[in-house]
DNA sequence: AAAAATTGTAAAAATATTTTACACCATCGG
DNA sequence: CCGATGGTGTAAAATATTTTTACAATTTTT
């Protein structure tokens, strides 16, 4: 089961994604403002989010977009949001990644590559690393930034010279 | 020490951020294209790459900059890339973000807002997490996604949910 | 309401980590 | 060029963590 929740102010808009989407998922959850975004993500599981970045006629800073995304990652930082703009905004967009959301679309969309960016997102969302690969890759990460150095990457992860060489040599 | 290696195919531009850049670098390495940028990295130690998207005059889509993106990062992961580019084309950006670009810069630039972005990167850099935050930052990701539920976001995880649930209740 | 799943708890067994130790090798500075 | 320093590879005992197993209480699902 998995629900997607699109904020968009253009009613036209929601109601060709609220049918677009269910190649999907399996509801699709519409708002025409984010206004009550918060009150819909405690009220029902949400498994994604679909942004708009420009409210307000007139207004296409995005930057309300932006402020929407900073509440909802700052309560949810794990539901996926998808920005979604009319304007080729680079800077907006940079921001958005940025912030934590998943990906962006530009409007005028392509239903092809909206539906795709989504699928892959969703498919990544599925699979959870072990916490074993996630050690695994950061002591990598600290032993290359060491350039080598053992001990100074173990020191730097917290933990015993012993224990990272030991892990090393299994693999 | 911290060096940082800059890629454009402009000598002009290369010269004024070879001036620019000693601001936060020690040195201040400048490439005129991105063919021998593996060899340089191969040779001496980078800690930040400042990559132009568009070469080769009239092709301006990025995607040049892009595959050698794609090269840097697939031999040096760690290695902080920063996209800089003349044109708002906001799919390269966005492609670039999620292929591991550290931040982006749009040309004619800012200096103050460049260096404060290479500044914000550095810092970040410096400081690595020990293996018990990442592990921790990880389990409450698993217990999230669950909604809750440690039985089976100790499964997700690969550990016993005994381990998961002492570790809950210590913090 | 019954069935199934999850929690909270505990204790022994199995593993993993830290600590300590030491010979060996590389690199750096005088 | 040689001694000092710092890192490696190895090992074994002490300590800590994780898994396994178990069971009653509670929550969730059907």
Known sequence: MSTILVIDDKKEILTSLEY???EVFDKVVTLESPET????LMQQEINMILLDMNFHLG?????EGLFWLEQIKKVHPDIPVVLFTAYGDIDIAVRGLKMGAADFVTK????DILLDKLRAIMEKER??????????????KAIDKCHGNLTSAAEML?????TLYNKMKKK
């Open 20 to 22: 677009l989407l269910t």
């Open 37 to 40: 975004s918060l009150q819909v």
């Open 108 to 111: 005028p969309w392509d239903n």
């Open 59 to 63: 207004v296409n800073t995005g930057s």
């Open 158 to 162: 917290g933990i015993s010279r012993q």
């Open 127 to 140: 699979k959870m690393k072990t916490l074993e690969e996630v050690t695994e890759e950061h002591m990598q």
